[in-house]
């Protein structure tokens, strides 16, 4: 199946710092959407990108779908301690647009 | 605005017991999905289902079972429960238009079996 791999896995940062993550696809998406995963929590979404070289922004959060299809990218600027936790990148698989796939994570560590 | 509300928070079952996982939208979501998340690992896509009555394996569908009676409801069964399935377990929806595939994630249930 349709596998997403996040890079990197873990960052480690000075507070102010500015932060960025990408993730590639083996296949073609449609559509690119980065969740945040707060501990103990669910994840939740940040920013949700639907056409090949779209940028948008969500705050601090810069984020943009690949001209490939096969990659998309996430920024934070000015990171601050509640940044801390575990993004996603995620999309609909191929065999079908109502089944999600989830990369791996990257964690994100804020030292203050 | 409830969202999508999952109980129980937290379980700890013995080997071979069995035990239904409940999630309820309020969203007036056709599509439910069912996600494990094990320590430090991204989400793996147990079951899905685009509306009532119908559902579809995911990723890792082996000892679950799911129904959706409802559109609101998307129980998680597990039958006989393995230190395998020690695992959060996350649901979500979503209503999907146009290609759009936001999902939306309930708390989750954090599940021990020993």
């Known amino acids: 199946g349709q596998q997403l791999n996040q890079s990197p896995q873990s960052m480690f940062i000075q507070e102010g710092e500015d932060v960025s993550m990408n993730c590639t696809s083996s296949s073609i998406f449609n559509t690119w959407l980065w969740y945040k995963q707060d501990p103990g929590e669910g994840p939740v979404l940040l920013i949700a990108?639907?056409?090949?070289?779209e940028l948008t922004s969500n705050g601090r959060l810069t984020a943009q779908f690949g001209i490939t299809r096969k990659d998309s990218f996430l920024n934070i600027s000015a990171s601050i301690p509640s940044d801390v936790g575990i993004y996603f990148c995620a999309g609909p698989a191929i065999q079908g647009a109502q089944k999600l796939v989830f990369g791996q994570g990257t964690r994100l560590t804020i030292n203050p | 605005n409830a969202g999508v509300t999952q109980t129980p928070k937290f379980r700890i079952l013995k080997i071979g017991q069995s035990m239904t996982l409940q999630c309820t939208q309020d969203m007036n979501h056709n599509y439910m999905y069912w996600y494990r998340q094990d320590p430090g690992m991204g989400l793996k896509l147990i079951y899905y289902s685009v509306g009532a009555g119908i559902t579809d394996k995911g990723e890792v569908p082996n000892g679950y079972n799911v129904s959706r009676s409802t559109t609101e409801d998307f129980p998680l069964r597990l039958e006989l429960a393995a230190p395998s399935q020690t695992s959060v377990y996350f649901c979500?929806?979503?209503?999907?238009?146009?290609?759009?595939?936001?999902?939306?994630f309930g708390q989750g249930t954090r599940l021990t079996v020993v």
């Open positions: 990108l639907y056409k090949a070289g």
């Open positions: 979500a929806s979503s209503y999907p238009r146009t290609g759009n595939t936001e999902a939306f």
